[in-house]
């Protein structure tokens, strides 16, 4: 069975500072990685995923197979970057279903 | 207005009853989910299905059930066989396996109480 772990429960940064937000995961496959947001108030959404190897909001995610880690980085986090974030993974098959980390909530501080 | 709708947001429920949690798409999905989130543990997969008239168990099934007659509805049932049913529920959808992209589009979730 697949496994997602994220370390950090919570995590502040100040304004301006980079962020990096850890995610390792366990699982025989060949996985697909994504990244989901939850801001206050509003629905959990997709960031990114690992495939489209896109920068969403300044966010990037390597797939790091050697080291089973999808961490999520930004260079310079603003404060409207404070939110709930959850690392997930998809195996590999017909089965299409996501198992999620337990989440880290960044608070980025003036 | 199109997504996930969840119903009821709040339920308060006396112990030993069941109860059922609705939740209804309108994005023409062919998969949705249920998901179980508890404080410092993520989101649990309770049920999803894939398609209509099927649907698997996820890895915390026990005391939950669920139907998919429609392509647009997928209830959960909290039975009474659910030792620790208080907890905020998600719905979720997402399109078919031949067009997976792992995008999983949810609703603003019901939160049960059981008094």
């Known amino acids: 069975a697949q496994r997602v772990t994220q370390p950090e429960k919570l995590l502040s940064v100040f304004k301006g500072a980079p962020v990096e937000l850890k995610c390792n995961y366990s699982?025989?496959?060949?996985?697909?990685l994504f990244w989901y947001v939850q801001y206050s108030r509003q629905r959990l959404q997709l960031l990114l995923r690992?495939?489209s190897r896109e920068s969403i909001k300044g966010f990037t995610a390597d797939l790091n197979k050697g080291e089973t880690s999808f961490h999520l980085k930004k260079p310079f986090a603003q404060e409207e970057d404070s939110a709930m974030y959850y690392c997930?993974?998809?195996?590999?098959?017909?089965?299409?279903?996501?198992?999620f980390g337990s989440g880290t909530q960044l608070t980025v501080l003036p | 207005d199109g997504g996930i709708t969840q119903s009821p947001k709040y339920l308060f429920r006396k112990e030993g009853q069941n109860v059922t949690l609705s939740c209804e798409q309108n994005l023409n999905h062919d998969a949705m989910y249920w998901y179980r989130q508890d404080p410092g543990q993520g989101l649990r997969l309770i049920y999803y299905?894939?398609?209509?008239?099927?649907?698997q168990k996820g890895d915390i099934a026990e005391g939950y059930s669920v139907s998919r007659e429609k392509k647009e509805s997928f209830p959960l049932t909290v039975t009474s066989a659910q030792k620790n049913p208080t907890a905020f529920y998600l719905c979720?959808?997402?399109?078919?396996?031949?067009?997976?992209?792992?995008?999983?589009?949810f609703g603003e979730g019901s939160r049960l109480t059981v008094l």
């Open positions: 299905s894939q398609i209509v008239n099927d649907f």
């Open positions: 979720a959808s997402s399109s078919g396996e031949a067009s997976w992209t792992g995008e999983l589009f």
């Open positions: 690992h495939i």
């Open positions: 997930a993974l998809s195996p590999s098959g017909s089965a299409r279903q996501l198992t």
């Open positions: 699982y025989s496959g060949s996985p697909e």
